[in-house]
């Protein structure tokens, strides 16, 4: 090949990259977990491990979820888990991050508002503590209920994911979709637009909640958090994928 083609296949890579990049992705698949049902940590991708307090983490196989390896995380109440990536930003117009990933619970769960929470952080430290602002949603998972969208600002509560410090933007909207025990799929989307940014969730390709913060101080995230409230349970989550445009 003549370097003239290589130059021309150069520009192509480079034009196909600004669609979207992938930020992070984690399938599990060559992860391993250590500690306890109580206290642990998964490596793959990602170090998964409890934010507020120490959680639980396994890997399991879960058929009704996907093939291969999947993490099931045990929370203690007012947990999260999380994982860190290199720090993406909402730097101009039209910046996009997205988010998805797919969920499953493994018993039938109870109604409790705000019952699955998930989102996107800036985390300023690691350790058996951590802390920072971002993004987070939340749903009643038994009934559907409330699907709400917070700007949670770094306090000295350290509540990532809850806590009496979460700004509103979508304060438990409409009805969204209950969960039982089947596999689900959640994606969501933070864009940078003139007025501010765009925050939108969506359960099983259905649109959840959207808003806008417009008054938005959290342009540059490092972590995917999730956690259940003050629900004592387990989920299964599989297939992270988090991706920027450009
Ligand atoms: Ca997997
Ligand atoms: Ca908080």
């Not at 018993?107 to 019952?115: D, L, N």
């Not at 920072?132 to 350290?158: H, L, Q, R, V, W």
């Not at 689900?184 to 909640?209: C, M, Q, R, Y």
Request: charge should be negative; charged fraction near 15%; include cysteine.
């Amino acid at each position: 090949m003549k370097p003239s083609l290589f130059g021309v296949t150069a520009l192509f890579t480079c034009s196909a990259a600004l669609q979207a990049n992938t930020v992070f992705q984690d399938d599990f698949s060559k992860a391993n977990a250590t500690g306890s049902e109580k206290a642990g940590t998964v490596e793959s991708s990602g170090n998964w491990q409890g934010g507020r307090s120490a959680v639980g983490v396994d890997l399991v196989a879960d058929p009704a979820l996907g093939a291969g390896q999947s993490m099931q995380i045990h929370f203690p109440p007012n947990a999260s888990v999380y994982t860190t990536f290199e720090p993406v930003s909402l730097e101009n117009v039209g910046d996009k991050i997205e988010v998805k990933f797919r969920c499953r619970f493994p018993t039938e769960q109870g109604p409790a508002i705000s019952g699955l929470r998930f989102g996107l952080y800036n985390v300023e430290d690691e350790g058996k503590t951590i802390n920072g602002s971002g993004y987070m949603m939340t749903i009643d998972p038994a009934t559907g209920k409330g699907p709400s969208i917070s700007f949670d600002p770094n306090t000295s509560e350290k509540t990532m994911l809850g806590g009496s410090d979460p700004v509103p933007i979508v304060a438990f909207g409409g009805t969204a979709k209950p969960f039982g025990t089947e596999a689900h799929i959640i994606t969501f989307t933070l864009e940078k637009a003139a007025d501010g940014v765009h925050i939108a969730w969506s359960l099983d390709n259905v649109p959840s909640a959207q808003g806008v913060d417009a008054n938005s101080s959290a342009t540059t995230f490092n972590a995917f958090v999730l956690g259940l409230g003050g629900r004592t349970d387990s989920i299964n989550i599989d297939d992270v994928v988090i991706t920027k445009t450009p």
